[in-house]
């Protein structure tokens, strides 16, 4: 081969349309895409560049090469899953379609990428804390608790927010986060058994620990599954199902506190709360998961109301359908919804779509099974696993046929 025709192989795509491909993905990345929305976004985007491209995401990197096959350039990002962020989502969503269409040059479309990352946080600290308190405080009654169930909820919750964000620059402490907090709630929900009166320890250690349940993973898992993302869900759902084990870890360790502290007080047990308080707790559920998910403020109403349509159509369908099937029925709603109002609001169908799956995904379930493996009830705690799996296929089923039925205009 003559060496002008060799370095002509070897030269790499065009450096610019390359540089934003790869930086629009890994913040993709970073804030939560899964893999199959990630890697058609990126598809798009360099077809519309005139790249030859083909792209792999994983949980903690990605995989990009250009150009023919006999002459690849393999790029190889790694990178570390982050907490989603919707409204980032929402504009990179946006700078890629403008990129598409031309309306900006690649080179102009990394500097946004750039300028979308350094913008600082929309919420603080304080309000984050807040709305790990009152999502505790919400769940608890979603779950049949009382103000008792409720308050040791709360606190915990409040607690265990206080600890995330004082280990959150810290790597080595923050892979602990997760038995050390469930360690706090099972021994504070134990503690105030004992101290003030009786109260149903599951509902207020599984309410306090509602944040760090990995119920939207496991979803996330099986949908990449469905979709033949096989690698991805698998190192996904992996992942989730560490989370649990190391949850059941620190609340069987807090469990402990039951045998050395006096039994709780006679005293009477709390009046049931009347319905109207479940409206107001799937309200307050709603938005802090908006704040949580970092959603942007207008965008909260629109979370309210299909989250809302989602946790009635689950409740609903689970009536006269059993749980699973009224799962299936949740998640159809939410996404033929979602996908509607994407579609008239020019927005990304995942804004409405991930908070009103944190109202039907099956964390409960999978930690429940695991407390009953703990306490050596093997019949209880498979049962209660084949739920969560069954719910959670329920749910990815849901969502697919939706986007079969309404199909949105946009990727994510």
């Known amino acids: 081969m003559p060496p ?3 370095a002509s192989l070897s030269e790499p795509p065009p450096g610019p349309a390359v540089a934003f491909t790869l930086r629009l993905g890994q913040a993709l990345h970073r804030y939560g895409t899964p893999a199959h929305r990630l890697e058609e976004q990126m598809r798009q985007v360099s077809e519309r560049l005139g790249l030859e491209a083909r792209f792999f995401s994983t949980p903690t990197s990605i995989f990009a090469s250009f150009g023919p096959p006999e002459a690849l350039r393999t790029s ?3 990178t570390e899953p982050g907490a989603m962020d919707l409204e980032r989502l929402t504009l990179l969503d946006a700078l890629a379609l403008e990129v598409i269409q031309g309306k900006l040059t690649p080179e102009a479309g990394a500097a946004r990428v750039e300028a979308i990352l350094a913008a600082p946080t929309r919420y603080g600290p304080l309000i984050t804390l807040l709305c790990w308190t009152v999502g505790a405080a919400a769940a608890a009654r979603l779950f049949g608790g009382g103000p008792r169930e409720m308050g040791v909820a709360a606190l915990s919750s409040l607690l265990i927010g206080v600890l995330e964000q004082l280990t959150r620059a810290r790597p080595t402490t923050a892979r602990v ?10 021994a504070l929900a134990v503690t105030a058994a004992s101290i003030i009166g009786p109260l149903s320890v599951q509902v207020a250690t599984l309410s306090g620990l509602i944040v760090l349940l990995p119920g939207l993973g496991l979803t996330v898992a099986l949908n ?9 869900g698998s190192s996904r759902l992996i992942g989730a199902a560490m989370v649990f084990l190391q949850l059941a870890f620190g ?3 807090g469990g402990k506190l039951a045998e050395l502290l006096p039994p709780a007080l006679p005293l009477p047990a709390p009046e049931p709360l009347p319905l109207w308080t479940a409206l107001v707790a799937l309200a307050v559920a709603a938005l802090a998961v908006t704040v949580l998910f970092r959603a942007r403020p207008q965008d909260a109403v629109w979370i309210i109301l299909l989250g809302g349509l989602a946790f009635g159509g689950a409740r609903f369908g689970a009536q006269g ?3 699973e099937l009224g799962a299936f029925v949740g998640a ?9 109002l994407a579609r008239l609001r020019n927005r990304p169908s995942v804004v409405t779509i991930v908070p009103g799956m944190m109202l039907l995904v099956p964390g409960s379930l999978g930690f429940r099974s695991l407390e009953s493996l703990l306490a050596r009830d093997v019949l209880a705690g498979v049962g209660t696993a084949f739920s969560m799996v069954m719910v959670a296929v329920a749910i990815a089923a849901g969502l697919l046929i939706a986007n079969a039925l309404v199909p949105s205009r946009r990727v994510l």
């Open 4 to 6: 002008e025709e060799h």
């Open 76 to 78: 190889l990002i790694r």
């Open 177 to 186: 986060l997760e038995p050390v907090a469930a360690l706090l709630a099972s």
């Open 224 to 232: 990449e599954l469905a979709t033949r993302n096989l690698i991805s």
């Open 251 to 253: 609340v069987a360790l």
């Open 321 to 323: 359908l059993g749980p």
């Open 332 to 340: 159809l709603l939410l996404g033929m919804a979602s996908n509607a």
